[in-house]
């Protein structure tokens, strides 16, 4: 069987379906991938042996330029033969699902996060859902990942709809292992308390929330640490400037080591306005880490409040500003929080979720 992986960009084959690339040859299908290029791995990602067609999708499904994406996609099918389209995120599940009923092949369809959910904006809720629902009617199978999209696809017409937990953290690779990595890198005592945040500096991710909240604890030894990169770099750069916290707030960039920085800190921050279900929150469980994050779809299916972390509201500097105070004085408990978390993250080890996308596909 020959499946065509379908992303908008190269970086989410490298940061989430290598590992099930991998194993979907394992099993002996035959997996080729179309995306975009961002400059940083696609050339990595063909060197390593996978098989990659270059196809120009804008990362905005209403762009225009994705009508080219489509021709070039439409003739990348027709000469390949595949048996199964399985793609992801919006631009890809459009494409995909339009591609699909065109030459007649089954679809699998993975939402990372529909684009319309409980707080997003009225246009989002009523424009992303209609377009989901029609696309429903050419998908034979449709994936969601957290509680409330599975919720959602219930109205939808796909054939199947199965629900999976996230698409996996290797728990072997994120463990909890001792690292002074910031201490050393910083020159920080060992009492300074560690705040990380992982993801790119884009709106949705929302660093500023945290950023605010640190400058009204001028009385804490804190030092948050971003890894990143993205538009935001500048404006959130300008506003740490401005707040007089240019030794307490660090960008880190783009980091391979996501790992080793998670060891390193004493708390995980995930203050996002929207996600389908973190991969990097899931690695900080697994590295046994107290959470602060805020209370959306995802999160709350991760984290169980006042025992894995603290949740609070999106835009609620000052409740990030209590919470990080509150872990702060009590690291007993955030110990214990990174202790049940650790636990609780057994359930979406990659290697029980390779299983289920093998299910699926098979299905």
Known sequence: ???????????????????????????????????????????????????????PFARNP???????AYRK???????????VIFCHEPV??????????????????????????????????????????????????????????????????????CFINGIGVDIKK????????????????????????????????????????IGSLQDVDIHYF?????????KLRERVIGLGLERRIHFLGFRRDIGQLCNSCDIFVLPSLQE???????EAMACGKPIIASNIRGNVDLIKDGVGGILVSPKDSSRYADAIRYLSENQGLGRSMGLFNKDAIKQ????IIENRIIEIIKK
């Open 1 to 55: 069987m020959r499946i065509l992986l379908l992303c908008t960009t190269d970086s989410m084959i490298w940061n989430f379906m290598t590992r099930h690339i991998i194993r979907l040859q394992e099993e002996g299908y035959v997996v080729e991938s179309a995306c975009s290029i961002t400059g940083k791995y696609f050339q990595e990602l063909r060197q390593k042996g996978f098989i990659l067609h270059e196809v």
């Open 62 to 68: 209403y762009s225009y330029k994705n009508l080219g």
């Open 73 to 83: 996609l439409c003739s990348l099918v027709a000469s390949r033969g595949y048996d």
């Open 92 to 161: 890809g599940g459009l494409m995909g699902r339009l591609v699909g009923k065109k030459y007649g092949i089954k679809v699998v369809y993975m939402a990372h996060g529909f684009h319309f959910y409980k707080g997003a904006p009225l246009i989002n809720n009523i424009l992303y859902y209609n377009v989901e629902k029609l696309l429903s009617k050419w998908t034979y199978t449709l994936v969601t990942i957290n509680k409330e999209d599975f919720d959602a696809s219930q109205k939808f017409y796909a054939r199947h709809k």
């Open 174 to 213: 994120f463990s909890p292992n001792e690292s002074s990595l910031f201490n050393s890198e910083f020159n920080l005592s060992e009492k300074s308390i560690k705040l990380l945040s992982v993801g790119e500096l884009i709106p949705r991710k929302n660093h500023i929330a945290v950023i605010e909240a």
């Open 226 to 234: 971003i890894a990143g990169e993205g538009m935001l770099y500048r």
């Open 276 to 282: 389908g279900l973190s991969l990097a929150l899931m």
């Open 348 to 351: 979406y080890d990659i290697n």
